[in-house]
């Protein structure tokens, strides 16, 4: 049976046209790119297309682009690049509900040698810009803030935020991996000085993600090797990958717009029929400043883990937080940042959808969930507790 998969920040199918792209480059033409022969270098001319392509979806130009392995990768060279590039300064700006491939290296960094900020959301998951420009100095050397947030779409005025940075002399990094393909992006009209992106998040295969580096911006490589990348990232190219990740920038470009409003439309008819027929559900984060195909849903006094496993046996896929943080009871690092209660934080699902998301498919989640979480309220002392105690229904 094939599922119902509404997941997809944590990782997307691959498109069938990109799979068709990169095959070839498996079996018939495995060159290295870098040779000097005609075998490699027709490689290296589809490499040259493909660089292309992931350039017009950003509106930059190709020799902005550094291939890397994954967001994470992209995001450590950004964050590695503006600190060894700018030795005098120290201090670090991020937020407090960044990923952990931001927040996990900025924490390190504050224990060796940097000082870090991490500024604060409000209840909508929005960024304090008061508390943020209150510590933005002369010291400050890189500012590093998503664009859009992986568990609640939340997203952040970054481009507005980059002009600011720019103009004290910092560098200005976001985080876009659930950015990119989902929302139209002009690196041209804005100045953010490096973009993370990850093409397992825009149908392009896991293993391939990319940096963009506006041109003139200092940088230091993180993988230090051979000339790949004009020396800004060292190691033999992921080719097929590569190729693969320009065909599916090349099918985001194309449709964004559209199957922005039609995956919209999915998410919104989900959501308002959960809040609708299920009590005690509401939404985590501003409803409307963020992703058009993300939706976390808080159902107070239930567990997110018990809430997946049962929609598993309808072969439902969703999401208890962000995926790296699922598996731990604790509940995500966003939502506690948002102040979202621990009873609704527990119970919160994100669905997270995406082109290949049907009608029919919203239908089938609208008909099997509220019974899910009925039957799992039944069986909670703290929904027994909080119906004798309950003033209303707060959806
Ligand atoms: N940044 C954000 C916002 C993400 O959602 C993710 C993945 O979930 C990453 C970074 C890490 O990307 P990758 O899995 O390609 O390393």
Known sequence: MKPIYMDNNATTQVAPEVVEEMMPYFGQF?????????????????????RAKLADLLGARP???????????????????????NPDKRHIITSKVEHPAVKNLVEYLSHNGYRATFVPVD??????????????????????????????????????????????????????????????????????????????????????????????????????????????RGGTENVASIIALGKAAELAARNIEAENERVKFLRDKLENALLEKI??????????????NTSSVAFEYVEGEAILLMMDEYNICASSGSACTSGSLEPSHVLRAMGVPFTAAHGSIRFSLSIYNTEEEVDLIIEKMPPVIERLRKMSPFWGRAKGAACGVAT
């Open 279 to 292: 009590p005690n559900s509401m939404v985590n984060g501003d409803t409307q400043n963020r992703l058009p």
């Open 63 to 85: 020799d902005e682009i550094v291939y890397t392995s994954c967001g994470t990768e992209s995001n450590s060279t950004a964050i590695y690049a503006a600190l060894r590039s």
């Open 123 to 232: 209840a909508k998951g929005n960024l304090d810009l008061d508390y943020f420009y209150d510590h933005l100095s002369e010291d400050t050397a890189i500012v590093s803030l998503m664009w859009a947030n992986n568990e609640t779409g939340v997203i952040f005025p970054v481009e507005e935020i980059a002009e600011k940075v720019n103009s004290i002399g910092a560098v200005f990094h976001s985080d876009s991996v659930q950015t990119v393909g989902k929302l139209p992006i002009d690196m041209d009209s804005n100045q953010i000085d490096m973009l993370s992106l990850s093409g397992h998040k825009l149908h392009a295969p896991k293993g391939v993600g990319a940096l963009y580096v506006r041109k003139g911006t200092k940088f230091a490589p993180f993988l230090l090797g051979g000339h790949q990348e004009h020396g800004r």
């Open 30 to 50: 495995y060159g290295n790119p870098s040779s000097m022969h005609t075998f490699g270098g027709n490689v290296g001319m589809k490499l040259k297309e493909a």
